[in-house]
Every structure is written in C-alpha cells, then in structure tokens.
C-alpha cells in the first residue's frame, strides 16, 4: 500500500459527477437492475455517482500532480455498454479506481470483478474521500487484496480492510 498524501480536487467535479453518474446509470438499467446479481437498489444513485468523482479526481490529480506525458489512457466514464475493464492505463500498468465516501472507512474491491480476467489490474486506485474537497490517494498492489478479509456485504460479497 502506498500513500500520496492529502489533496484538494475542484469542486465542481461533485456536481459533473451526479450528472454523469444519472446518465451512466439509464444506460446501465440492463446489466443493474432486480433481475441480475449487479442490482443496488435504491443505492445505485448514490454509489454511481461516488465512483464517478472518484474517476473524475484521480483524472485531474493525474492530469495536474503526475504531468503525464504520454502512455496513459483513462477509460470512458459513460458508455453506451458498460465493460469489464480497467479505468486507468500508466505505461504498461493497469489500474482499477475505487472511491472510499467520507463515512466510510473501509477500503473494498468487489470478489467477481477481482477474479474477473476481463478485468485483470495490476493496481487499485483508492481516491479516499476526506471532505471539504480534499481526498487521499491510495494504491494497492493486486495481489495484495488476496489477503484482505471476505465479506457479504449488502449488495455484494468483497474483499476488505480498516482504510487501506
């Protein structure tokens, strides 16, 4: 596990993503509904739309700490389908990013997308939420959730640990 320290992110990014999460959530109706094993309830507005600021801050904290160059590719956040894959490219790297709300201090990666090999990351991307639009990014080796705890959790069985 690696810690980058303390950082602020642009507010507006909350608003951008419960707008972007509304849409991302009526294209996805068909993979998260009461039919399938992926339904959230009525949490999945909520939980949409926290996993799309995670994606848009570890973006801007990338785009504006790190100075990439090149060799570096940020998934689509809205597709007309969603994909099994990782959200963020670096070089040869794959990264997976998951977002830890202020209430919330657990770190988690859901049991199937970690076994899923369609979604095989070298490294999960913990953008922990701090309020007053500051957050922490944290980085995980993969194989090191292997020996984090399993649990059933409301919607789902995960790996997790105390915030990483």
Known sequence: MTSKGIYNYSEYLTDLAQELAEVRSKLSEKVYNS???MFRGSEESRISSLGVLGELIAREH???VMKP???YKFTP???ITPLPEPDFYYKDLKFDIKTIDTEVEICMVNEKAYRNPDKKVDWYWFVN???NYTCEHIFV???DVQEWDLKQFKYTNAYWRKTC
Do not use: R
């Open 35 to 37: 039919q399938t094993d």
């Open 77 to 79: 956040i809205v597709e």
């Open 69 to 71: 160059s090149t060799n």
């Open 62 to 64: 990338f785009k504006q």
């Open 129 to 131: 939420l701090k309020g």
């Open 141 to 143: 080796k993969h194989e």
